[in-house]
């Protein structure tokens, strides 16, 4: 019987999001990429405007390439043959990175040259779970191939210099990304692999296999918002919530993670967490400290009794006047670079012995997944964190200020900037020293911060300058933030040991559209507008 290649895609799609073959991840993306950039080549071939590239026949001759290529993966998927899938899985990245190469050299637009790299190589990194080996030599491949491209071009003079650092930086963040997915991978195929292994030691029923199949399937898809949200509690609240779906007996449930030498309450559901998290716990006071196996799931029957006991009588009659008690709970801590994190603990109202060994077997599950989960996490938080904040006050820095500033005017969002510079800063520096000078910094920045203004993104623009960027924001409005941030530092002193200061700085502001509707414009008019402020502020007050 002739197989459908439809159902061959679709089977192969769904091996790709189960994590059993890497293969046809290579297979399956290739063939999707492969006809997007057919498509995308025959577009520009057809399309573009003709003065814009040296020949535009290259666009043709790339179309074919890829068309090509797209023919091999169908072949590939219908005829089920090893050495086709690794071949042409193989080559295909670096036929893409060429692609883009050669539309670098086919521009005739000097400014916007990396552009069809940049998206070539991003590309490429969808295209295979890479091994590290494999990795780096791609990378390399990139830089020495795109850079060679562009001295072709322009000869080796400022612009080539400045390419050849736009490049290494979209290299280092396709690396990433190609990294943050085979982390992802690793982690699923020891996941599956230690699922299969119990499977066959409880010998589990046919449907137990298919709930705890569900359990990874759910927690694998949460991985996906570890990329797009930056908060281990929104997280962690999606988990718990997912959680309480997958155990059928479960009614509410709550997660604790280790903070110093405290508990704390990071998602609830079916309780008010706001409530919880006035609840102060020690280690020795939760379900864990009692077990021999801290990282053993347990069924916690008689939970009235069993809470008096280990809390005392008064703590748990004030916690039982706030929030309902369960008749029944099921936890399981989870651990992080072998060390203990948390617990999630799910809870029944209805009667005790409500759960059973089956259910302490998916809280194992979902135990691991959270490991997983929040390893993927610590990864892409360190990954991003150097390209996104600024080391020492942890707020934002230059590079995501002008990103955000640039995405801003793309999107047509009114907004206004403030730039501010600190005076004595160089001061302060040469007299008490650069520490001093850093407390200096973060006490104008937890100050700026602890004002809580509404549509504030906030951060360092250099050594001394820290700029406000605040979205559709009214000009009166606009004016009372700074008449408050100047109001706040007359009121709160800069403080250590003998030294007393009151902060000050020059502050100039500009506004989109009004002041233009070019970064470098309104940057350049808030700066002047600052020196202004700061020359008249010195004036007044020269002296430290």
């Not at 637009?109 to 890479?130: G, M």
């Not at 864990?288 to 939970?303: E, G, K, M, S």
């Not at 390209?387 to 009114?414: F, G, S």
């Not at 403080?495 to 502001?509: A, Q, V, Y």
Request: proline share 1%.
């Amino acid at each position: 019987m002739k197989r459908n290649f439809f159902t061959l895609a679709f089977n192969n799609f769904d091996n790709v999001r189960r994590n059993k073959n890497r293969n046809n991840f290579a297979l399956f993306f290739g063939n999707v990429f492969s006809l997007f950039l057919f498509i995308e080549q025959m577009a520009h071939f057809l399309f573009y405007d003709k003065n814009l590239v040296e020949d535009k026949f290259v666009f043709l001759f790339l179309s074919i390439a890829f068309l090509t290529f797209y023919i091999c993966f169908v072949i590939a998927f219908r005829s089920n043959k090893p050495k086709l899938d690794r071949y042409v899985g193989a080559i295909f990245p670096y036929f893409v990175i060429f692609a883009g190469v050669i539309g670098v050299l086919n521009s005739l637009r000097i400014d916007s040259i990396i552009n069809p790299f940049v998206i070539k190589i991003f590309v490429a990194a969808f295209l295979r779970v890479y091994s590290n080996k494999e990795r780096i030599v791609v990378a390399i491949y990139s830089f020495l191939l795109f850079n060679l491209a562009v001295i072709l071009l322009v000869g080796f003079n400022d612009i080539a210099i400045r390419y050849l650092f736009l490049s290494f930086e979209s290299i280092i963040f396709a690396f990433l990304l190609s990294y943050i997915i085979y982390v992802i991978y690793q982690k699923q195929e020891k996941s599956l692999t230690r699922l299969d292994e119990e499977n066959k030691k409880y010998e589990l029923t046919m449907k137990e296999l298919q709930i705890t199949q569900y359990i990874v399937e759910s927690m694998f898809a949460l991985t996906k918002e570890v990329l797009e949200n930056e908060s281990l509690e929104v997280i962690m609240q999606q988990v718990l919530e997912k959680s309480v779906k997958l155990v059928p007996k479960a009614i509410s449930g709550s997660i604790l993670i280790k903070s110093g030498e405290k508990m704390r309450y990071i998602a609830a559901y079916g309780y008010d967490l706001e409530e919880l998290q006035n609840v102060t716990l020690s280690f020795e006071e939760t379900f864990q400290a009692d077990f021999n196996d801290v990282f053993a799931p347990f069924i916690i029957n008689d939970l009235e009794g069993y809470n008096v006991e280990h809390w005392g009588e008064e703590k748990f009659r004030e916690f039982q006047s706030k929030h309902r008690v369960a008749r029944s709970c099921l936890t399981c801590s989870f651990k992080h670079n072998d060390e203990f994190f948390g617990s999630i603990n799910l809870d029944s109202f209805e009667e005790e012995d409500i759960f059973g060994e089956n259910e302490k077997y998916f809280i194992k599950k979902i135990a691991e997944e959270i490991e997983i989960i929040i390893s993927i996490h610590k990864l892409y938080e360190d990954a991003l964190k150097p390209a996104k904040y600024d080391e020492l006050t942890k707020i934002y820095n230059r590079t995501y200020l002008l990103t955000t500033l640039e995405q801003l005017i793309v999107e047509k969002k009114p907004f206004s900037l403030c730039l501010i510079d600190i005076n004595y800063l160089k001061i302060i520096n040469d007299t008490y020293g650069h520490h001093i000078g850093d407390d200096y910094i973060n006490f104008f920045v937890n100050e700026v911060v602890n004002l809580e203004m509404k549509n504030l993104i906030f951060g360092r623009f250099g050594g001394d300058e820290f700029l406000l960027i605040f979205e559709n924001i009214s000009k009166e409005k606009l004016k009372n933030n700074i008449s408050n941030i100047k109001e706040n530092f007359m009121n709160h002193l800069f403080m250590n040991e003998d030294l007393k200061i009151e902060l000050k700085f020059g502050l100039g502001s500009a506004s989109y559209p009004i002041d233009g509707d070019d970064v470098k414009v309104l940057i350049r008019t808030a700066d002047e507008r600052m020196y202004k402020d700061k020359s008249i502020s010195k004036a007044n007050n020269s002296s430290l």
